[in-house]
C-alpha cells in the first residue's frame, strides 16, 4: 500500500482529493499530540525518578522534608498537566477515562460558614421560542467554587471630634488618644500580629514581607519592619515568661537545643547560636495538661545555659545524651532531676554503621529495637496505668534481653571501633534509657510533636 504522501492529489477527483487532504491533516495533528505527549511523560518519567531518589536514595543524597513536599508538589503539578494534554488531543475519550482518586475531594463539600455570594445566571430570552410568551421558573442548579480575596490594605482613621462650649471659652472636651502597642506609629496590632505569623509561623522573610507590600503600594523598608518585631516581642515577654512557669510545674519535659545562624555584626558572616526549646506533650499518655512549648535563645549550648531553662524544674527530663544534662543532674539534690534517654539517639547511631559498613550486629540491634518500638505505637493514647502494664509485660523481657546482648557484643568488639563507640552510647546511658519501663508518662525518645513541629 502506497504512502499517502506519495500519492499525486493533482490527478485525483475534487472529492477524493479532499478526503485525503483532511487525512493528511488529521495525521499530522495526531503527529503533533503524540510528540506532545511524549514530551509529557518523559517529564514524569523523570519527575518519578526523582521521587524514589528521595525515598530509597542513599543517606547523603536524600531529600529534606522541605524539598521531598516540593517534588511531590512538582509531580501532582504534572499529572493534571498531562490528563489535560490527553483530552484537549481526543486521544483519551471522556466517557472512558478512569475518574481520579480523591479529585473531587473538595466539591460540594465547602465550609458551611464561609460567605456566599451568588450570581444569578439567566438566559439571554425568557420568551417561549413556541410564542407562547414569558416562561415560569421551574427550579434551578446551583454549584459551588472556591474563590478568594487578597489581603487587603486599609488605613483606620480615628477622629477624636474636640467639643467647646459656645458661651464660655474655657472649657474643651476631647476623647483621650486610644492607647496602641507602639505609640505613635504607623501599625495597627492586627498588621504587627501579621508580620510576626508571617515572619514565624510561615517562614517568610521580612525583606520578602516588604516586597509583597510594596506591589500593593505600601513601601514600608525592612527595616521599620524588624522595628515592629523587636518592639512587639518585648511586649510579649511576659506572655513567654509566664508560658515557662506554667510549664516548669509539670513533672515531665522534654529539653532540646538546636543550632540557629545568626548575624554576627562587624564580621560580615553568621555565627552559631542555640535555640533551648522547653516542651510539654503528654498526649501519647491521655494527660489533662495541655501541651506547650517556649523556645530561649542563648549565645552557646553549655550547661549554664541549659541551668537557666530549667531554673524552677523539678521532675523526669527527657533529652539525648549531651553531657550538660548529666552534670547538670549531678550539681542538684540527688532525685530532683531524672533524666530519660532517648532510645531513637542510639537507633540512629547503629544505623549509620549499618547503611556504611552491613554490620550483622548493627542490624541486629536495630531489629531488637524495632520491637520496641512496635509496641509503643499499640500502646499510643492510652491511660497511663494502662501503658505500664504493658511495658512491664511485654517490653521489659525485651530491655533486659537487648542488655544482655548488648554486653556479649561490647566485649567482642573493640571500644576504639566505630561500632563500638556506637555500642557505647548505650551502655553510658543505660539507666536513663530504662526509665520508660517504670514511668508510663515517659517516651522511649525524646520526640515532642509540639517542640519539633
Not at 500519492?7 to 487532504?21: G, S
Not at 416562561?135 to 478568594?148: F, K, N, P, T, V
Not at 558572616?269 to 498526649?283: I, S, V
Request: net charge positive.
Amino acid at each position: 500500500m502506497s504512502d499517502p504522501a506519495d500519492i499525486d492529489l493533482a490527478a485525483l477527483p475534487p472529492a477524493i482529493r479532499a478526503a485525503f487532504e483532511a487525512e493528511r491533516a488529521a495525521r499530522r495533528a495526531l503527529e503533533a499530540d503524540v510528540a506532545m505527549l511524549a514530551e509529557y511523560n518523559r517529564r514524569l518519567e523523570h519527575l518519578v525518578a526523582e521521587f524514589r531518589q528521595a525515598l530509597y536514595g542513599k543517606r547523603s543524597e536524600k531529600l529534606s522534608e522541605d524539598a521531598r513536599q516540593l517534588a511531590f508538589e512538582d509531580l501532582e503539578a504534572a499529572v493534571p498537566a498531562v490528563e489535560s494534554a490527553q483530552v484537549r488531543s481526543g486521544a483519551t475519550p471522556a466517557a472512558s477515562r478512569p475518574a481520579r482518586l480523591g479529585g473531587k475531594r473538595n466539591q460540594g463539600r465547602l465550609p458551611l460558614e464561609l460567605p456566599r455570594i451568588e450570581r444569578v445566571i439567566k438566559p439571554d430570552s425568557l420568551l417561549c421560542p413556541c410564542g407562547c410568551g414569558a416562561m415560569a421558573r421551574i427550579g434551578e442548579d446551583r454549584s459551588e467554587r472556591l474563590d478568594i480575596a487578597p489581603a487587603q490594605f486599609r488605613a483606620i482613621v480615628t477622629i477624636r471630634p474636640k467639643y467647646a462650649c459656645p458661651r464660655c471659652a474655657g472649657a474643651v472636651a476631647q476623647a483621650p488618644s486610644p492607647a496602641h502597642l507602639i505609640g505613635g506609629a504607623l501599625p495597627t496590632e492586627r498588621l504587627i500580629a501579621h508580620v510576626l505569623v508571617a515572619k514565624y509561623a510561615d517562614h517568610l522573610p521580612l525583606y520578602r514581607q516588604a516586597q509583597i507590600y510594596a506591589r500593593a503600594g505600601i513601601e514600608l523598608d525592612c527595616s521599620t519592619l524588624a522595628d515592629w518585631v523587636g518592639k512587639a516581642a518585648f511586649h510579649l515577654t511576659p506572655i513567654v515568661d509566664r508560658m515557662a512557669e506554667t510549664l516548669k510545674r509539670s513533672s515531665k519535659l522534654f529539653l532540646d537545643e538546636t543550632r540557629a545562624p545568626v548575624l554576627d555584626p562587624g564580621r560580615g558572616r553568621t555565627k552559631t547560636g542555640y535555640l533551648w526549646a522547653l516542651a510539654r506533650d503528654d498526649r501519647r499518655w491521655s494527660g489533662a495538661d495541655p501541651p506547650g512549648v517556649v523556645y530561649r535563645y542563648a549565645p552557646g549550648r553549655g550547661v549554664e545555659h541549659a541551668r537557666a531553662a530549667l531554673d524552677g524544674f523539678s521532675g523526669v527530663l527527657q533529652v539525648d545524651g549531651y553531657g550538660a544534662y548529666k552534670t547538670l543532674r549531678d550539681a542538684r539534690p540527688p532525685g530532683t532531676l531524672v533524666l530519660a534517654h532517648c532510645w531513637a539517639h542510639g537507633r540512629r547511631k547503629l544505623s549509620e554503621v549499618f547503611d556504611r559498613d552491613a554490620s550483622p550486629i548493627a542490624e541486629e540491634g536495630l531489629r531488637r529495637i524495632a520491637e520496641l518500638y512496635r509496641i509503643e505505637a499499640a500502646i499510643a493514647g492510652l491511660t497511663s496505668d494502662a501503658r505500664r502494664s504493658v511495658r512491664q509485660e511485654r517490653s521489659r523481657p525485651l530491655v533486659e534481653d537487648f542488655g544482655r546482648w548488648l554486653a556479649g557484643q561490647r566485649a567482642r568488639v573493640s571500644a576504639k571501633s566505630r561500632l563500638g563507640e556506637k555500642l557505647g552510647y548505650f551502655a553510658n546511658h543505660w539507666e536513663g534509657l530504662l526509665v520508660f519501663l517504670d514511668d508510663s508518662r515517659v517516651e522511649m525518645d525524646r520526640r515532642c510533636s509540639i517542640a519539633t513541629s
